[in-house]
């Protein structure tokens, strides 16, 4: 099997639209969320937002937005996105210059592209309701592109003249993270030298708030603690949106470029719960096979795991049933991998957020740190036993792996490898 | 604007329908719509639903046009060429096409069906077609397009002295494309080592075009049909060249008519190469004569069948 590597990132999120404020804000653990605006009505019970920066993408008309001046988006293009359509559009800029790709690198049959995106809510009822009210002949020849699950590919595959394989991946939360491994069995299994990966979310009224009839959002109004996973009074998850390239390569692409890597990515694992539409395995049975099967497809010992960015989302069920899982896994060796969630800082990015998140532990594990997880005050005692990182710690770990859980308890775990060659 | 608005509806009233008052919300939401075209265009378009008169029709479609080309391509616009292409020369896909009849609908409140859509090649198409939709006048002689194949069947000259690769026929003229191979026999001779396309062949190209405008194009008199046996060149006036045509030109012949009546069928044309004049005839002269029309199903037929069309009816029940 070829071995696979993570080359170039690219980020619009809500700690950062560059991999350098991205990183900082991570090692420095500052966060994202504010007082949202859109959610200030009094008879909204959630009041906190993670949203991205920089951009207005509030109007239904993609050529009202705005957004950072170094990206020029054509009209033709704009037509076909929703608001994640554009924040991936940018990140792929980003990825595609961080890695120092050639156009013909990138438009090439053994490159290929998956997204991760569940639509634009926003979008889709304004197009539908707008069908009903003004007759089927008025509807916009790109309202379905632009907002049905698949918007992500539909737009990038198409602007960037992506020519290898392409498809999307809907399972919530776990969806790019289920993106990143089967991106890596493509170039695994000599497929594809290439592969884009992307996870986005609009991140705005339409795809957090529903998650407020479940009973999973954090109704606090304070931002500086909303988000506060593994801790005792966590209440809710916080919202977030925006979008994050990776772009993983081949070895024997790495070589022919001469690029040095953020990291390998050694191998992954998937299982699922078999229990509940919504609600995660008491006992993370789900996710403790998937870390159990990603170990074993990356030929590594649980012992040599040095860190765990953990799906933990804040929530009182999930993040324990987390702690459970990783203590099934690494108990039997005696090992304590360090353990954060960064959902703390960025909120909760949904179809984001296994991109998101594997995109911080490749800036872990180039730049050497391991991130804390923040707002933690009270530590929830059914997790005191586990190696939660408080604060951020400034040494390079080896082996950083990324949990991601979605709905209908499908688990996903992903194993990263540090390259010898980083200074 | 009072006195114009007066002036306007009176005018419309002498022509027998009186245009319903432009209300201030219906302005205002007509002004959102074209937010995004220049502001003459949004003059024009609120003069035209006040008075619904048909000559502020074309800068309300070239303001629609022009709102949804790309930046770059928009200068083209401003030649008030009706001849340019909308997909080739200004890089209006399908979906495009779509937003603009979408805004048009919208801002002349009329609706468009599908089957007429397709006939628009041309901003001229459009310009015209609109023309006629709001006079209540039935949508014009689509443009018919015609493969080389198409163009040998009915042709009565035939290679190698086949100076048509393509052409199209609208109610006004047709346009042709002949690309000069270097493999046509009078190469080797004219000139020698020094292949020129000669000006009689470009003539004879024109002529061709006219021929086949004749043939296929609206018959000059109703219900008879032009005898493909019976056509030959006249006369021919004011011919100037002004470029020389060589191997891997490709000429963009066009003509038009101007007078037609049994014998005798007059055209203009012209010929260019990419941008550059490279021929021009002020009158080309062709004799004709009619035989009977009972061709003509089959012809039309064979049509159907060439642009055989397998998208399903159109919904025109909906309204605004």
Avoid at chain 1, 316 to 324: L, N, T, Y
Avoid at chain 2, 17 to 25: F, M
Avoid at chain 2, 119 to 141: A, H, S
């Amino acid at each position: 099997m070829a071995k696979v590597y993570v080359t170039g990132l690219g980020f619009i999120t809500s700690i950062g639209n560059d991999i350098t404020s991205v990183a900082e804000n991570l090692r420095e653990m500052r966060h994202g969320i504010v007082a949202y605006e859109p959610f200030a009505a009094s008879e909204i019970p959630v009041k906190v937002a993670a949203p991205v920066r920089d951009f207005d993408t509030d109007s239904l008309d993609p050529e009202d937005w705005t957004y950072p001046n170094r990206y020029r988006v054509r009209r033709e293009y704009l037509r076909s996105m929703g608001p994640h359509g554009l924040y991936s559009f940018c990140s792929m800029i980003q990825a595609i210059e961080d890695a120092g790709l050639a156009p013909e690198d990138v438009s090439d049959e053994e490159t290929g592209l998956f997204g991760a995106s569940a639509g634009s809510p926003n979008l889709l009822t304004y197009y539908v309701r707008r069908m009903h009210d003004l007759g089927v002949m008025r509807c916009s020849p790109l309202g379905i592109v632009a907002s049905i699950a698949g918007t992500v590919q539909f737009n990038l595959v198409a602007h960037f003249k992506i020519k290898g394989a392409s498809t999307g991946f809907a399972s919530a939360c776990a969806s790019s993270s289920h993106a990143l491994g089967y991106a890596y069995d493509e170039i695994a299994l000599g497929r594809q030298k290439r592969m884009f990966v992307v996870g986005a979310e609009d991140g705005n009224v339409e795809t957090i708030l529903p998650f407020a009839g479940m009973r999973a959002l954090s109704p606090s109004d304070d931002p500086d603690t909303a988000s506060r996973p593994f801790d005792r009074g966590r209440d809710g998850f916080v919202g977030t949106g925006g979008a994050t390239t990776l772009v993983l390569e081949s070895e024997e692409e790495v070589a022919r470029r001469g690029v040095v890597p953020y990291c390998e990515l050694a191998g992954w694992g998937q299982a699922s719960d078999g229990h509940n539409v919504a609600i995660s395995h008491p006992d993370g049975h789900g996710l403790a096979n998937a870390l159990s099967r990603a170990i074993q497809s990356s030929s590594i010992e649980p012992s040599a795991v040095d860190y765990i960015n953990a799906h933990a989302t804040s929530t009182p069920i999930g993040d324990v049933s987390e702690g459970k899982a990783i203590r099934t896994v690494f108990s039997p060796s005696g090992s304590k991998p360090a353990i954060s969630s960064t959902k703390a800082l960025t909120g909760h990015g949904l179809s984001l957020a296994g991109a998101m998140e594997t995109g911080f532990c490749a800036l872990a594990l180039r730049q050497g740190f391991i991130p804390g997880s923040a707002h933690v005050t009270d530590l929830d005692p059914a997790v005191v036993d586990l190696n939660i990182l408080l604060e951020t710690e400034e040494r390079r770990p080896q082996i950083v792996i990324n949990n991601s859980s979605g709905f209908g308890g499908a688990n996903v775990a992903l194993v990263m490898r540090a390259v010898p060659s980083v200074g | 604007m009072p006195k114009a608005d007066t002036k306007a509806q009176k005018e419309s009233k002498s022509a027998g329908s009186a245009p319903k008052p432009l209300s201030v919300e219906e302005e205002s939401t007509l002004r959102e719509s074209l937010k995004r075209c220049s502001p003459a265009t949004i003059e024009a378009a609120i003069a035209y639903r006040k008075t619904e008169e048909a000559s502020h029709l074309p800068a309300v479609i070239i303001g629609v046009i022009e709102r949804f080309v790309e930046p770059d391509l928009r200068a083209k616009l401003k030649e008030a060429d009706d001849e340019l292409r909308l997909v080739e020369d200004l890089g209006i896909d399908s979906l495009t096409m779509m937003e603009i009849v979408i805004l048009v609908e919208d801002v002349l409140q009329m609706q468009i069906n599908n089957e007429d859509l397709r006939n628009l090649r041309t901003v001229g198409d459009i310009k015209v077609f609109i023309d006629c939709k709001v006079r209540g006048l039935p949508p014009p002689q689509p443009t018919k397009f015609l493969p080389i194949e198409q163009i040998v069947s009915v042709m009565p000259i035939q290679a190698p002295f086949l100076f048509l690769n393509e052409a199209s026929i609208t109610g006004s003229g047709a346009q042709g494309k002949y690309k000069i191979t270097g493999q046509e026999f009078f190469l080797q001779g004219h000139f020698k080592d020094n292949p020129v396309m000669p000006a009689s062949l470009m003539l004879e190209a024109l002529g061709q075009l006219a021929v086949l405008y004749l043939l296929e194009g609206a018959p000059p008199e109703e219900g008879k049909v032009v005898d493909q046996t019976k056509i030959f060149f006249t006369s021919c006036e004011g011919v100037r060249c002004h470029r020389i045509c060589r191997p891997g030109d490709l000429l963009s012949l066009s003509i038009k008519p101007k007078r037609t009546k049994m014998p005798l069928a007059t055209f203009e044309g012209s010929i260019r190469v990419g941008q550059d004049k490279a021929a021009m005839a002020e009158e080309i002269t062709l004799t004709f004569a009619y035989s009977d029309a009972k061709t003509s199903d089959a012809e039309v037929a064979a049509l159907d069948a060439v642009e055989g069309d397998t998208r399903p009816p159109t919904i025109t029940a909906a309204t605004a």
